[in-house]
C-alpha cells in the first residue's frame, strides 16, 4: 500500500514540475506561439 501512495506522489510531482517547466518555457513567447506550444505538447 506504501508503494502505491509513493508512486501517486512522485506521479504527482512530475507532472507539476512538467506543468510548472512548461510555464517557464512559454512565458517567453507570444500568444501565437504559446498556443502552437500547448497545441503540440498537449498539456
Do not use: F, V
Request: charged content about 25%.
Amino acid at each position: 500500500m506504501k508503494q502505491q501512495e509513493q508512486y501517486c506522489i512522485n506521479q504527482r510531482n512530475y507532472e507539476l514540475e512538467k506543468a510548472h517547466g512548461a510555464q517557464q518555457h512559454t512565458s517567453n513567447l507570444s500568444p501565437h506561439d504559446k498556443s502552437k506550444y500547448y497545441l503540440e505538447h498537449r498539456i
